[in-house]
């Protein structure tokens, strides 16, 4: 599903990522883990297609086409999914307006009929009670005023309004407590699928508990230096990230 070739990315001449290799299968949950200032969230923000970030070699495919030259609008169409490590806020448009929004505008580039109304109202309130989100939250302004753990979780109702085939999810464990992190992962693993794929971004362990992955990756250094399975998450807790940093050196 996601092929990520030697990618070389940098951002105002200061290079970032340094020939990173990726594949995604269908149906596959990835994990990446790597210590503050590794590329985590550069590679997020390369994946979703956002501006300023120059890649200078290497390809980024979905389903075996390139997406470098597709805006972020069109890799959403195709399925691609992005939950920042810091949501932005939107004063002025009500959560409900900006889920409709980007829903119908969805279903449009994809040749599909808009939500009515009354259908998209019952989607939105079934999701929302499923990720135990107070239908108030749906009403005030996009992020504004919402707690850090509000904020994640209304990343992970976007991604499960908006059904993604390849969901990207950058650090949604910060700023949870337990009881969120259970309820979010519970709403991520609810939408895992064999048509479904997770790349799902993490400096702690702990996340993975709950979102238990198929494959776990190690970046460092704007490149991927160890991959392993679901127990290469657990060494990393107990030894931390030394070892790679000094091998990446
Ligand atoms: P991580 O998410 O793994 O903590 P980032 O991808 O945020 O790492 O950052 C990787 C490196 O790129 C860091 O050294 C960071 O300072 C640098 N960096 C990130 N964004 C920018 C930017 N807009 N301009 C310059 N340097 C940046
Ligand atoms: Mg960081
Ligand atoms: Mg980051």
């Given at each position: 599903?996601?092929?990520?070739?030697?990618?070389?990315?940098?951002?105002?001449?200061?290079?970032?990522?340094?020939?990173?290799?990726?594949?995604?299968?269908?149906?596959?949950?990835?994990?990446?883990?790597?210590?503050?200032?590794?590329?985590?969230?550069?590679?997020?923000?390369?994946?979703?297609?956002?501006?300023?970030?120059?890649?200078?070699?290497?390809?980024?495919?979905?389903?075996?086409?390139?997406?470098?030259?597709?805006?972020?609008?069109?890799?959403?169409?195709?399925?691609?999914?992005?939950?920042?490590?810091?949501?932005?806020?939107?004063?002025?448009?009500?959560?409900?307006t900006?889920?409709?929004?980007?829903?119908?505008?969805?279903?449009?580039?994809?040749?599909?009929?808009?939500?009515?109304?009354?259908?998209?109202?019952?989607?939105?309130?079934?999701?929302?009670?499923?990720?135990?989100?107070n239908?108030?939250?749906?009403?005030?302004?996009?992020?504004?005023?919402?707690?850090?753990?509000?904020?994640?979780?209304n990343?992970?109702?976007?991604?499960?309004?908006?059904?993604?085939?390849?969901?990207?999810?950058?650090?949604?464990?910060?700023?949870?407590?337990?009881?969120?992190?259970?309820?979010?992962?519970?709403?991520?693993?609810?939408?895992?699928?064999?048509?479904?794929?997770?790349?799902v971004?993490t400096?702690?362990?702990?996340?993975?508990?709950?979102?238990?992955?198929?494959?776990?990756?190690?970046?460092?250094?704007?490149?991927?230096?160890?991959?392993?399975?679901?127990?290469?998450?657990?060494?990393?807790?107990?030894?931390?990230?030394?070892?790679?940093?000094?091998?990446?050196?």
């Amino acid at each position: 599903m996601l092929e990520v070739k030697n990618l070389h990315v940098e951002i105002g001449g200061k290079k970032i990522l340094n020939g990173l290799d990726l594949t995604v299968e269908k149906g596959q949950v990835h994990a990446i883990m790597g210590p503050n200032g590794s590329g985590k969230s550069t590679l997020s923000y390369v994946l979703a297609g956002k501006a300023d970030y120059d890649v200078t070699e290497g390809d980024v495919l979905l389903d075996g086409v390139s997406v470098l030259g597709m805006e972020p609008d069109e890799r959403a169409a195709k399925g691609l999914f992005l939950a920042f490590q810091y949501p932005i806020e939107i004063p002025g448009v009500a959560t409900m307006t900006f889920l409709r929004t980007a829903v119908n505008a969805q279903r449009k580039a994809r040749g599909e009929e808009e939500l009515s109304t009354p259908e998209f109202m019952k989607k939105v309130r079934d999701t929302a009670a499923r990720l135990e989100i107070n239908q108030d939250m749906l009403r005030r302004a996009v992020n504004v005023g919402f707690s850090g753990g509000e904020k994640k979780r209304n990343e992970i109702l976007q991604m499960a309004m908006l059904e993604p085939r390849l969901a990207v999810l950058d650090e949604t464990d910060s700023g949870l407590d337990i009881d969120a992190l259970k309820i979010v992962s519970d709403g991520v693993n609810r939408l895992r699928s064999p048509e479904r794929s997770f790349v799902v971004i993490t400096h702690y362990q702990r996340l993975l508990d709950y979102i238990v992955p198929d494959v776990v990756h190690v970046l460092s250094r704007g490149r991927i230096v160890r991959t392993g399975g679901k127990e290469l998450a657990l060494e990393l807790e107990e030894k931390g990230y030394a070892q790679y940093v000094g091998e990446a050196a």
